[in-house]
């Protein structure tokens, strides 16, 4: 499966962006999906995951109450809604996919999409 993510752009503190990702080769159905960021100079970190169905959803403490995980599997899409975004938010958005596991750690992911950069001026 090739992952796609994209929707992100430059905006101001206070704004919101969505992102989605979507997959082509097989169905997006098929998995658990998360997404990362990795801001400048830093390590690549857990943000949301969200299973296959939709029904299990984690969040890290830093984005909990501010970013909501969902999908749409009629339309082959996990989306990363980012509301209230502060400048410690730019980072380059990475979605994630595997057919079994669903966590938080980069290992449990076995498909990468290639990124998309969200900037927060303040």
Same mark, same amino acid.
């Given at each position: 499966?090739? !992952?796609?993510? %994209?929707?992100?752009?430059?905006?101001?503190?206070?704004?919101?962006?969505? !992102? #989605?990702?979507? #997959?082509?080769?097989?169905?997006?159905?098929? +998995?658990?999906?998360?997404?990362?960021?990795?801001?400048?100079? @830093?390590?690549?970190? %857990?943000?949301?995951?969200?299973?296959r169905a939709g029904f299990t959803t984690y969040y890290a403490d830093s984005v909990r109450g501010q970013f909501t995980i969902s999908r749409?599997?009629? @339309?082959?899409?996990? +989306?990363?809604?980012?509301? #209230? !975004? @502060?400048p410690g938010d730019t980072a380059v958005y990475y979605c994630a996919a595997d057919h079994i596991r669903l966590g938080t750690e980069l290992y449990e992911y076995e498909y990468w999409g290639q990124g998309t950069q969200v900037t927060v001026s303040s």
């Open positions: 499966v090739q !992952l796609q993510a %994209f929707g992100g752009g430059l905006v101001q503190a206070g704004d919101s962006l969505r !992102l #989605s990702c979507t #997959s082509s080769g097989r169905a997006l159905g098929n +998995y658990n999906v998360g997404w990362f960021r990795q801001a400048p100079g @830093k390590e690549r970190e %857990f943000v949301a995951a969200i299973s749409d599997n009629a @339309k082959n899409t996990v +989306y990363l809604q980012m509301n #209230s !975004l @502060k």
